[in-house]
Structure formats: C-alpha cells, structure tokens
C-alpha cells in the first residue's frame, strides 16, 4: 500500500507524467445518451463527456469550476462546463492529480 505505480502507454510521457501525442483518448461525445447534453452548450460537436460524473466534484470549493452552494448544502454544478470542454482533458487531469497528491500527504 503507498507503492506508486506508472501508467504506461504508447506514447511518450512529458514532465507532468502524460502521454504525448495522443488525443483520442481525451474525448468522447455519446450523443446517443439520453441525458446528452447534459449542460446547456452551443457547441455540440465538442461537448466532452468522459468526464460525465465530475472528478473534480470532490474538491468542493477548490475544483477550480462554476458552481454555487445551494441553501440545502448541496454543491450545484448544472453552469459548469469546465469537465465538458474538449480542450480541458488535460485540466481536468492536472487538477486530479493536484487532488491525490493532497490526499497522499494527509495519509
């Protein structure tokens, strides 16, 4: 428990432990869901849903998104676009990993 492991992949690792070029691995749109899209957008085409149920939920204040505490305590997300936008794969990663090492340290 504790040990850290590498991700491997096919693609070179740059200095924050992504692949490099590699991208269609940070996009997925299924268009054919029933609750797609989820969130208002304009932009259809580049409505990102690998990241359906937000990672980033978690963080509460710190997820670095758009969203409000509604009266009940309740962390309301429905303005957020940040994990929806195609060119924010690589945010949402840093943020998640910003997250784990937090909670490495506080173990």
């Known amino acids: 428990m504790g040990e850290s492991y590498e991700c491997y992949c096919l ?5 924050k432990g992504f692949c490099e070029d590699a991208s269609e691995y940070k996009f997925f ?8 899209p989820c969130h208002r957008t304009v932009d ?8 359906c149920y ?5 963080m509460g204040r710190d997820c670095g998104g758009n969203f ?9 997300c429905s303005g957020c676009m940040v994990p929806h936008k195609r ?11 910003e997250f784990y ?7």
């Open 68 to 76: 409000l505490y509604l009266d009940n305590g309740v962390k309301d």
């Open 54 to 58: 937000c990672p980033l939920y978690a």
């Open 87 to 97: 060119e924010n794969y690589d945010h949402m990663m840093e943020k998640l990993m």
């Open 11 to 15: 693609y070179g690792i740059n200095d």
């Open 29 to 36: 749109s299924h268009k054919s869901c029933e609750y797609f």
């Open 44 to 51: 259809e085409e580049n409505y990102n849903c690998i990241f």
């Open 101 to 107: 090492k937090t909670l490495r340290e506080k173990v």
